[in-house]
């Protein structure tokens, strides 16, 4: 239990001993020290600020709130950190956000866990930062608590981030798989598969295969939250078409359902420099990520004014209705192709689009 | 948009071929299909089940709960995953709990975002999973939502955890810095240094230093809860003394307090064996992690009640009444060593211990 004041890095004149590399972030901006009082005060906090998380107490405090609420989890790993469209921290803002929306919550607050690799540039990581924040800021959220730890060089790949989400349950709302009945209606939000094929793009850019292709990572919950203004009642199910892409989520209501679903190719949005970008990597859309999708089952009557309600959004403009539930219970999705063939579409095996969230 | 069925690994014969080391993870684990699904179904979901969680969906609903909430992230990176006294799992369930009860808050649900690195040991996860729902159980929390992702070979060291935690803050409770008033008496639950230095002693197992130290990491929720049934009233602040040890502690309720804070160095309670590791390692164990212990600001005349309570809990037997603030107003932390010696505790600059939480 002895140590002298001089000992400390600190107390030595000219550059800390232990942060030769100015920049960069180094082991002990994690250490729970001066050091990383410095990041968060002078780095994290002020892009982040609101007066909960000014608190800096070990947990944010809420205002209380009647209802239900709904809490969810996500951890992001996208490889590269900035694509086209976005970057990891709109990334891990807009998907957990999303993830609750979808459940028929209004997204309220966030927390934002970031693990850092020595060396990662703190210029990007303040990008990062202000990119989460813009993020929060569109979607309506506060980033209300957050920790960081930072581990050696080649124990992650420049950083991931967690965030959890708590939102309040719409009272009108009641969403379920049981709920669905044959003759619903799926509809998918938008154009497919542009979030995984920036990103892959983004990794193959040395090839030189060039594209405008950007990811489509926004905040859905202003428009799902229209959508339950104009027709909340009807809404039977919800869910956002990430990992997995529209094929996971497709498969995964017919099979949890039980029901058959039957799903018309030629309805589903997608780009043209999507597709070919897709046949160039030798993948199929429908198995590719979206970051800014969502794929809402709605009884048949109120597939019009459902449509309608998403299409004023920015985000949903290009919303279709791509599908009908069927009588028969097989619990099967089949595609419709645009040339008239039929398919089974199941959900992918494992990752065939590794690190893409 | 066309994919033949029989390309999919799963539909050929014998073993998939994305999985070719059974017992290890692989990333495929972590694409959001069908791979994705039997992990969560036959590997997590079974350790961790609860009514909430076994719901699957994007959020889990927490019960409507009247009273302010506290929330809290906090991402855990220890190395090794295990250590004498605990692991990974039992360390991102305690770590959140405890920052949740040092709030005031009494915890009630926890997420969980695991980040698997391929060539993980499924049979290592287990054991992190068995020991994370133990210590949700030991603590009565929940873990109602989770995530798993999966990063290539060197991208990761084993695993990654994430926890973010919930809770309800006590009505009776009002902790502040702002609160501490001369005379107050600084508490600390028992012996500090043991989780830092058993994770170092662990990672130089192979230099032959022999120790039977382990690791205090534990949910002192109930302890917490106890000390506030006896004496709510009379608890000023409280802080769990994690990265940064005791030092960081009190250097930082000296500094953001503004009042100057005496400890005596040989009232801190500390076991004989701790002491000779530290020394061996060259640590001073006021700077060494704790995952169990917490420091308590208590009005004077409630120290002695106050350290009952704690003795009644398993997790604080040996809990001691430490220091004092004092009437100087110059924010220092001032330690009266063992041969009658003063210094001023700073708190650590940076990562003396990487990767210890």
Not at 175 to 189: E, F, H, K, N, T
Request: overall charge negative; glycine content about 10%; aromatic content about 4%.
């Amino acid at each position: 239990m002895t140590r002298s004041t001089e000992a400390t890095p600190s107390s030595q004149a000219g550059e800390p001993v232990v942060n030769p590399r100015k920049g960069k972030i180094v082991l002990a901006h994690g250490g729970g020290g001066q050091l990383t009082d410095e990041l968060i005060a002078e780095v994290i906090r002020p892009r982040l600020d609101n007066p909960i998380l000014s608190e800096l107490d070990d947990s944010a405090v809420l205002p209380a709130e009647a209802g239900r609420l709904a809490f969810t989890t996500d951890s992001y790993v996208v490889q590269p950190l900035e694509f086209p469209g976005g970057d990891i921290g709109r990334l891990a803002v807009c998907g957990t956000v999303n993830d609750l929306a979808v459940c028929g919550a209004d997204p309220r607050h966030i927390s934002l866990g970031l693990i850092l690799e020595e060396g990662l540039e703190i210029d990007l990581l303040k990008r990062v930062l202000d990119s989460a924040a813009a993020a929060a800021k569109e979607a309506g959220v506060q980033i209300v608590t957050g920790d960081t730890k930072v581990v050696g060089r080649g124990q992650a790949d420049g950083m991931y981030i967690n965030t959890a989400g708590l939102g309040m349950i719409r009272k009108n709302v009641k969403l379920g798989l049981d709920r669905i009945q044959p003759g619903d209606a799926v509809i998918v939000s938008g154009q497919i598969a542009d979030h995984g094929l920036a990103v892959m793009l983004q990794r193959e850019e040395q090839t030189g295969i060039a594209s405008t292709l950007k990811s489509d990572v926004a905040p859905l919950n202003r428009m799902i939250g229209a959508l339950f203004d104009r027709v909340a009642e009807s809404v039977v199910f919800m869910r956002d078409a990430t990992r997995g892409g529209l094929a996971g989520v497709l498969s995964d209501l017919a099979e949890r359902s039980g029901h058959h679903l039957t799903v018309d190719e030629a309805m589903i949005p997608i780009r043209q420099e999507t597709r070919y970008a897709a046949e160039m990597l030798g993948l199929d859309p429908l198995d590719v990520a979206n970051e800014g999708k969502v794929v809402v089952v709605v009884r048949p009557e109120a597939a019009e004014p459902a449509l309608e309600a998403l299409r004023k959004d920015r985000w949903g403009t290009e919303a279709a209705t791509i599908g009908y539930f069927e009588c028969e219970r097989d619990g099967l999705c089949e595609l419709i192709t645009e040339v008239g063939g039929r398919r089974i579409i199941q959900k992918p095996y494992g990752e065939e689009l590794p690190r893409i969230c």
